[in-house]
């Protein structure tokens, strides 16, 4: 059989939008069967790229090729079917509707009057989703579903049609470690049938793991394109950010102070039970375990999110009740949430006031801000954190999905808390800002914060922590100072496979 050598291909692309020039003459090309990476920085232009090929966008300059006919892509639905399906970062999903709803929206299956024909609806997407093993079923409302589970339904929706090329952007972002091997099946999959894979992602493993070739994006120009098998982590990185990053594990201690928060036998129902540990002034404590472990819901606890069933939290050595995210915040502790889209930011909002909205609430009791401070705010934390936007006035649903994160984390950053906990810190976030993130984490434990750090990622609770807690099923298994800790110990402890409960 001779196809055509290219599913698709792209050539001098060009899109701007009002102050920023997001993609600037790019080419792309993606071969049948091929798992074909996209990589760049926060802000390099991935998403809009695949938004001018799934009809989203249309590029200002610059011709798009399918199965090498030159094409015009006028819609999402035009681009679906032309056999280019799009899994989103941004979840799109409607939360009243059922799942089945939502896969066919714009296409439900019909009876000869038009009524939508329910039993072929329920059908097609009951055989969809048995494909991708979930765990529940085309009449579920989407709304109840887990953010990891909608990010299932965003998939099984690309797959109600025979594609040619599926664009998977950030798909595993909250995806467990189990729901991965499901997706990296599906499009193992979809690889042996013809079908080309773009597949963008921050996570170097799984780059390495499932690509055949990677192309690069810099400040949305076209850097080059590398077979995965001839290169490396570091190759990568170069063309990406332009320079070397130094990835070396962390080895500068600092001084330690007193005892900032103290945590003692906190239970929280069955979330997790008998949970003691402290944190001291200048100290990161890396907060390390499978999701479910208990993590979350313990931050969740000591900001006043919920409600302990029992236990004692301390401040500076004084019991301390806390009831409320304003309680914990007047009382020095910011939470930088795992989920950055639901509970952190306003999109309709811009820059400037997302990340000022924590002191303007907080402004009933204190002084006034005036604007001139809050841009002040914001132009510092823009600085550090590297946040790529042309000013303060861009709404925040404008910027990159890493772009939006560091907004979030700039905003609790700028409360100046002294126990600061940050959740999943750089989700979705390229390796360069890593890097600068995890520098700041040091540095603010250097600067005397006390700082707890929770990842599921365990080179970056190596790189970051002084000390590490793992935990299992919502137990504190063992810690670990970072002399100590090797990566065998530590899954052993995660996993519950770990006799000796150490804490
Ligand atoms: N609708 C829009 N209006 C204005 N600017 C936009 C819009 N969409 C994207 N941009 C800008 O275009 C640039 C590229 O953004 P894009 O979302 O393509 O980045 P990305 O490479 O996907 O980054 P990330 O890794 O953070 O998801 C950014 O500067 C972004 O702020
Ligand atoms: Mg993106």
Redesign the pocket.
Known sequence: MTGPTHVLRLEGVV?T????R??DGVSFDLRPGEVHALM????????????VLGGI?QPDEGRIFIAEEPVVIASPLHAKARGVVFVH?ELSLADELTVAENIFLGELPRKSFGRVDHARLYRETDAILEALNVGFDARTRVGDLSIANQQMVEIARALTVDPRAVIF??PTASLTDAEKVVLFRVIADLQSRGVGIIY?S?RMEEIFRITDRISV?RD?TYRGTLDTAATDEEEVTHLMIGRKLDLSRNAVHHEMGEVALEVRNLSCGALFRDVSFTVRKGEVVGFYGLVGAGRTEIAETIFGLRDPSSGQIFLDGEEVRIHSPRDAIRRGISLVPEDRKGQGLVLGMNCRDNMTLPQVDDMTAGPFVSDEAEVAIFDQYRDRLDI???GWR??V?????????KIVIGKWLSMRPEVLIVDEPTR???VGSKAEIHNLIRDLAAQGYAVIVISSEMPEVLHVSDRIVAMFSGRIMREFTSDEVTEDSLIQAISGLDGGRVA
Do not use: Y
């Not at 760049?40 to 695949?50: D, F, I, Q, V």
């Not at 649903?397 to 994160?405: F, P, R, W």
């Open positions: 899109k939008f009002p102050g920023v997001a993609l760049g920085e926060n802000g390099a232009g991935k998403s809009t790229l695949m938004k966008h970062q952007d950030e963008i921050h994006l949305g790529r936007t042309p861009q709404l649903g404008n910027l990159s999905g890493g772009n939006q994160q979705g976030i390229d």
